[in-house]
């Protein structure tokens, strides 16, 4: 698993931490479900951030 990918699952955990649920899509876990909005691995790590449930990542 590269760095991208376990900082996907740490921004997955910390947003299901705080009360939202957050649903894979498809097998390869490259878009998630939040309510009825789709996100990216990006726009979830942007949001967890902005949220600040973890701190942002160096791309």
């Known amino acids: ?33 939040i309510g009825d909005l789709i996100f990216s691995d990006a726009e979830l790590l942007r949001l967890a951030e902005s949220r600040g449930l973890m701190e942002a990542c160096d791309d």
């Open 1 to 33: 698993m590269s760095d991208d990918a376990d900082s996907v699952i740490d921004a997955v955990a910390a947003l299901r931490a705080a009360g939202i649920a957050v649903a894979p899509i498809g097998e390869e876990l490259e878009r998630w479900r």
